[in-house]
């Protein structure tokens, strides 16, 4: 449907590798793990971007939606990303309200998000992009 033009889709930089280890608490897991380098999780997402003939996103969505204070600044700050959260991370049956903004992983790690999100395309949503949020 992306390709038809039939679905506006922003993609975000996610982070590179994005460690994760599930007997690890969220303190030491993703790029809160000791010795993360931020510069290469974030640049070399960039570079796949350019790659591929896309321009690099000014958005970012921590992995598992987990980053610190330290974290959240630098990426503002150093790199110049917005981040964004997710109130609707299907997969884990959060579903979407109105002006949600809808996890989902294109990669197809989460047949379950996949599913989900397709039978929300056959009703009768407003599927907007990241770039019509307006702050009032």
Same mark, same amino acid.
């Given at each position: 449907?992306?390709?038809?033009?039939?679905?506006?889709?922003? +993609?975000?930089?996610?982070?590179?590798?994005?460690?994760?280890?599930?007997? $690890?608490?969220?303190?030491?897991?993703?790029?809160?793990?000791?010795?993360?380098?931020?510069?290469?999780?974030?640049?070399?997402?960039?570079?796949?971007?350019?790659?591929?003939? =896309?321009?690099?996103?000014?958005?970012?969505?921590?992995?598992? $939606?987990?980053?610190?204070?330290?974290?959240?600044? !630098?990426?503002?700050?150093?790199?110049?990303?917005?981040?964004?959260?997710?109130?609707? +991370?299907?997969?884990?049956?959060? =579903?979407?309200?109105?002006?949600?903004?809808?996890?989902?992983?294109?990669?197809?790690? !989460?047949?379950?998000?996949?599913?989900?999100?397709?039978? $929300?395309?056959?009703?009768?949503?407003?599927?907007?992009?990241?770039?019509?949020?307006?702050?009032?």
């Amino acid at each position: 449907q992306i390709k038809e033009g039939n679905l506006n889709v922003i +993609w975000i930089n996610h982070t590179y590798t994005h460690f994760y280890n599930p007997k $690890l608490p969220l303190e030491k897991n993703f790029l809160l793990k000791e010795g993360t380098n931020l510069f290469f999780e974030i640049t070399e997402v960039e570079k796949l971007f350019i790659k591929n003939g =896309m321009v690099p996103s000014i958005f970012i969505r921590f992995p598992g $939606l987990v980053a610190d204070y330290e974290i959240r600044k !630098e990426v503002a700050f150093k790199y110049g990303l917005i981040a964004v959260g997710s109130d609707a +991370w299907l997969a884990k049956g959060q =579903m979407p309200i109105k002006g949600s903004i809808i996890l989902i992983h294109g990669n197809k790690n !989460e047949p379950a998000g996949i599913k989900i999100f397709e039978k $929300l395309l056959e009703k009768d949503f407003y599927f907007g992009s990241l770039l019509e949020i307006r702050c009032n």
